[in-house]
């Protein structure tokens, strides 16, 4: 009877270690930048101007501007929250044409 109680009190053991390390591992940050979460959370979400082009997605620590496949232009704000990023406030920016010459 003796050992089959240590037993159960090391299998306990090991579950309350096993639950705390990943709680722990749950916690941390990923190393996934801000622009790499926004393409893999987003790609699949549909807005007025069709599909975001991975591509085209730039960040400056506040802000995130990306095209899309329909020739919009936009900027939408990211704000990190317990790890995880919420975006917000999107904007529709002018589109610059590149095929007209700048004046001289």
């Not at 082009?53 to 020739?71: C, I, K």
Request: proline residues 4%.
């Amino acid at each position: 009877m003796h050992k089959s109680t240590c037993f159960r009190e090391t299998n306990g053991m090991l579950v309350v270690a096993g639950v705390i390390i990943a709680l722990l591992a749950g916690c941390s940050k990923s190393d996934e930048t801000l622009q790499e979460h926004f393409v893999r959370t987003q790609e699949d979400i549909a807005t007025p101007d069709g599909e975001i082009l991975p591509e085209t997605v730039t960040s400056d620590g506040e802000y995130l501007q990306y095209r899309t496949d329909g020739g919009g232009h936009w900027r939408i704000k990211a704000t990190e929250e317990s790890g995880n990023y919420r975006y917000s406030d999107a904007q529709r920016l002018p589109t610059v044409d590149s095929s007209v010459a700048p004046d001289s």
